[in-house]
C-alpha cells in the first residue's frame, strides 16, 4: 500500500492521539449518517488501538492445539471482537471460511513442534498461514493513529463510506502525515435497524 508523506504544521511535544479526522460535509442530514459513521469509526479506532498495542490476539487468529494435540487456529476471540464492532454475519462467516486451507494444512502438524516444523516464515506461506505477516484490514504493516471518512453514501438500506487513514506523527517541523494514497471503501447493510460493516475493499 503506497504512502504520502504531508507536512503539517502544528507542534506536538509526543505521538499524537487517534484522531478521526474533519466532518464530512457531503454527508451531513444523510439520514443515518451519524450511525453509519459511527459504526465505522468506532472499527478502525479499535484495530489502531490493537495494533499500536500489538494485542495480535485480538485482531487476528491464534495458533493452538486441537483435542488431538495438533496444530489448528482458535478464531474464537477474533470473530467475538468482530461481532461486537459490528461486522455482519455473512462478512465474519467468509472472513472464518478464508483460513480453511491453512486449518487444513495444520492438521498433520504436532503443536509441540510447531517452531522446528515452521522454522520461518516461508514455512507459513506455504502452508498459507502467514496472516500474521500483513494488517488483515489494511493490508500492510504500517501503522496509522487517523481517520478522515471522505464521504457517507446511503441507498436504502445499504451504505459506502470512503475513509482514509494515516500516521501523524511530530517533527522539528510540526506535525507530518504518512497518507495511505487509495482509501478504503466501507460498505455497511443495515439489518435489524442495525448497520453492520458487509465488506472493506
Known sequence: MALTLLAGCQEHSSTPPLTTGLPNPASS????????????????????SMIEQDQTTEFQPIFAADTRGMMTLDLTRYLANLRRLHFSEKLIQSEKD?????????????????????????????RDCAFFDSYRWTKTMDVYNGIQLLQTLTDGDSAKV?????????DSQGVKKRVWETPFTVQLVRTNETWQIDDIR
Not at 442530514?29 to 489502531?48: E, K, L, M
Not at 470512503?162 to 511530530?170: G, R, T
Open 98 to 126: 478464508s483460513y480453511n486451507t491453512c486449518i487444513n494444512n495444520l492438521r498433520t502438524i504436532p503443536f509441540t513442534r510447531r517452531d522446528s516444523v515452521l522454522a520461518d516464515v516461508v514455512e507459513y506461506e506455504n
Open 162 to 170: 470512503k475513509v482514509m487513514i494515516y500516521e501523524a506523527y511530530p
Open 29 to 48: 442530514g444523510a439520514p443515518d449518517t451519524a450511525s453509519i459513521n459511527q459504526t465505522v469509526r468506532g472499527f478502525y479506532r479499535w484495530y489502531a
